[in-house]
């Protein structure tokens, strides 16, 4: 089975600097993409940023545009999520997810046919 695991998080003060790590082990796939997502107490899951596998093309929301950067490792299958100026509204669980049979970027959850467990990042000012 194919596993996704999240590190990386933690609590910091406003302005910091993060970055998370996702790693996947099991089945590899031939075409596919990763993407991150967050969800905060109250809110549903949104999404943050996305990275297609074969040529790195690369999707942000507008909330993270400019502070956040994701990048992939491909002999690790890696992804990484590197955070910037963190603000208090970045406060969520983070959660890393991958995206088999399609080579495009998607911001819908549903598409994603596998997920982590999260790593907390906990924001304050």
């Known amino acids: 089975q194919v596993q996704v695991v999240e590190s990386g998080g933690g609590s910091v003060q406003a302005g910091d600097s993060l970055r998370l790590s996702c790693a996947v082990s099991g089945r590899t796939f031939s075409t596919y993409s990763m993407g991150w997502f967050r969800q905060a107490p109250g809110k549903e899951r949104e999404f943050v940023s996305s990275i297609r596998w074969r040529d790195g093309v690369r999707d942000y929301a507008d909330s993270v545009k400019g502070r956040f950067a994701i990048s992939r490792d491909n002999a690790k299958t890696t992804a990484y999520l590197e955070m910037k100026n963190l603000r208090p509204e970045d406060t969520a669980i983070y959660y890393c997810?991958?995206?088999?049979?399609?080579?495009?970027?998607?911001?819908?959850?549903?598409?994603?046919?596998?997920w982590g467990r999260g790593t907390q990042v906990t924001v304050s000012s």
């Open positions: 997810a991958v995206r088999r049979g399609y080579s495009g970027n998607s911001r819908h959850p549903p598409d994603y046919n596998y």
